[in-house]
């Protein structure tokens, strides 16, 4: 009976249009088959569903406290949690070495986002915890390994990351934290953070804050910045916890959604000095926490993805069960009212939702396996082009979902009518909680200027070309089989506007940055768009074969992902791209606004 997630939908995905069996060539997942994936699957999927599920609704309505200088919160969440860390689902993709199961990134991040959809407000701690783990993982010591890591995979100790600063936002350049070295190697932490995540709580033994702070002889701005462990607890050599470090809780915030995930502002050395220890090499941090902030965007784009997916099934649910109206023929007040889902609009309202939420788990997916070649293809030469088109697409996966699963949600606030509005149906917590992941992690225009300003560009634009590649060659696949012909011809005309737009704006911003990336935003979505385009075509071209006998789903399924392809290429992915023209020609609109004018 959950309402996470179309398990036909998920396996589809999965098997296939991404044949994710493949990985299991790879060495390190030699061990795996489909049968362990779908274990894997099936157990977070039961969690989500029987543990973090149902305290979803009272979490939000009774959400963490901050008494006597301590966090309360109520006790299912670390219950959940608890279950969480013995099914090992918190080191499902870690080494065997370390307790992990070696799962693939697509299949951990498949569990992840089951959780996430069941309570995304728990799962913060967890998911938060992961991503830090990761990084220590990756960028620290041996040591810092066995201190930190180790006990996060274990879950005894849960992680943050902690960036923005009261007066910098997402200016990190202008960060103020000061990391001062101490005569025993280790340094001393003072500052100030706000809006950290998971930041303070009784969860776990331990929390494990990864601050960006700057050295006395630190460069201005960004390449100033360094990054250390800084725990809550001192940890002994031998493990043990030690005394209290000087990390001070100053005050929880209350926010419209997430609720059950706290949300701190955290003073640092109003003692004289939070103990940290330097991860890697001085003036390194910002490059080390893109390690931890492109994993969060990741997550971001997938928990944006899961919240409208859930509520994409709850409105379809209640469009099936509940009867309003009549048709527009039927002129009988006395006939028999219909369900909601057989009025068009209603349809469109459910479309749309379908088109976004199935369209955005797929791009979602889609990157996670790029993850995965990324690290363990056994060919250089693909390992270095899924790396490449992981770090171009980062800001499309964190962004597109985060916009348009939210619109998601609003629809099926919509399709349930007065009754969406009100807390008696989840729809609307689904909605004010993914409200949140538009901003965090890089809000649209920051991930916007990072796709046309950076990305795009890398290397002569070397994977923004494979990119455009490998779209091409699924449009051409496409031509002269009738059922895909014309979804094929319309991204064909969308890819061509968007290489238009992306040459045209790239001569601007060499000649003029500002000007170049002002509308960096609405560049963005019409290469989300684009690829999304690209993700249901494919879909189309899976589904299709699955109706010629090749499948195992209902014939309904597969021909309901014929119509949603053929629905977002003729309904959505014009939208944006219909103010190419905009872009193309650099427009100063938003540039030459006075500020007296507003």
């Not at 999927?45 to 609704?57: D, R, S, Y």
């Not at 990134?105 to 986002?113: D, E, F, P």
């Not at 030690?242 to 640092?268: C, P, Q, W």
């Amino acid at each position: 009976m959950q309402k996470i997630i179309n398990t036909n939908d998920l396996a589809f995905l999965l098997y296939e249009l991404l044949d994710v069996e493949r990985f299991t060539r790879y060495s390190r997942y030699a061990d795996h088959s489909r049968d362990t994936f779908d274990a894997a699957i099936e157990l977070a999927l039961k969690v989500g569903a029987e543990t973090f599920a149902p305290h979803n609704h009272l979490c939000d309505g009774d959400e963490p406290r901050f008494e006597n200088g301590k966090v309360v919160m109520r006790p299912e969440v670390s219950e959940a949690l608890a279950v969480l860390r013995d099914t090992g689902l918190m080191a499902a993709a870690q080494d065997y070495e370390r307790g992990g199961m070696q799962l693939p990134s697509v299949i951990a991040q498949t569990c992840i986002g089951l959780i996430k959809g069941a309570n995304v407000s728990t799962q913060a701690y967890a998911g938060l915890t992961i991503a830090a783990c990761n990084l220590i993982m990756a960028h620290g010591s041996e040591e810092y390994k066995r201190r930190f890591a180790e006990p996060m995979m274990e879950g005894r100790f849960f992680g943050t990351m902690c960036l923005t600063e009261p007066q910098a936002g997402s200016s990190l350049a202008d960060i103020k934290t000061r990391a001062v070295p101490a005569e025993d190697g280790s340094y001393r932490i003072s500052g100030n953070k706000i809006f950290i995540s998971a930041g303070d709580h009784e969860l776990s033994e331990n929390i494990v804050h990864l601050v960006l702070a700057k050295l006395p002889d630190a460069p201005p701005g960004v390449k100033g910045i360094s990054l250390f462990i800084v725990p809550k607890y001192l940890v002994n050599e031998d493990g043990s916890l030690g005394e209290r470090n000087d990390v001070t809780l100053a005050g929880l915030i209350h926010k419209m959604g997430y609720r059950g995930t706290t949300s701190t502002m955290l003073n640092f050395g109003e003692k004289g000095g939070a103990v940290g220890y330097l991860v890697g090499e001085p003036h390194q941090g910002l490059a080390q926490m893109f390690h931890m902030m492109n994993e969060a965007r990741i997550g971001v784009g997938l928990g944006s993805v899961m919240l409208g997916y859930t509520g994409y099934l709850h409105a379809l649910e209640y469009a099936r069960e509940r009867r309003q109206g009549r048709p527009l023929k039927e002129r009988d007040p006395q006939s028999p009212m219909i369900p909601l889902v057989q009025h068009a609009d209603i349809r469109r309202m459910l479309l749309a939702q379908k088109a976004f939420v199935e369209g955005g788990l797929s791009l979602c997916l889609y990157a996670a396996t790029l993850s995965d070649e990324k690290k363990h293809a056994e060919d250089p030469l693909v390992r270095e082009e899924a790396s490449g088109l992981l770090d171009l697409l980062i800001p499309i996966v964190k962004s597109w979902p985060s916009q348009f699963c939210v619109e998601a949600n609003s629809l099926a606030i919509q399709v349930h009518g007065g009754y969406g509005y009100t807390r008696e149906y989840p729809v609307e917590q689904f909605y004010r909680d993914n409200r949140l992941n538009p901003i965090h992690e890089g809000t649209h225009g920051i991930q916007g200027q990072d796709l046309l300003g950076r990305k795009v560009p890398m290397q002569d634009g070397r994977f923004y070309q494979a990119l455009v590649k490998r779209i091409r060659s699924t449009i051409a696949e496409c031509e002269g089989v009738s059922e895909l012909q014309v979804s094929g011809q319309l991204l064909g005309e969308a890819l061509t506007t968007l290489e238009r737009v992306t040459e045209a704006l790239q001569a601007i911003r060499k000649q003029d940055v500002e000007r170049g990336l002002a509308n960096a935003y609405l560049y963005m979505e019409c290469f989300g768009h684009v690829v999304v385009g690209w993700m249901w075509l494919r879909q189309a071209q899976a589904a299709l074969r699955g109706l010629q006998g090749n499948g195992v789903q209902p014939k309904a399924f597969y021909e309901g992902k014929l119509r949603a392809c053929e629905y977002f290429m003729r309904y959505e992915l014009p939208k944006p791209l219909a103010l190419a023209e905009v872009l193309e020609q650099g427009d100063r609109t938003t540039l030459e606004m006075p500020d007296e004018c507003f």
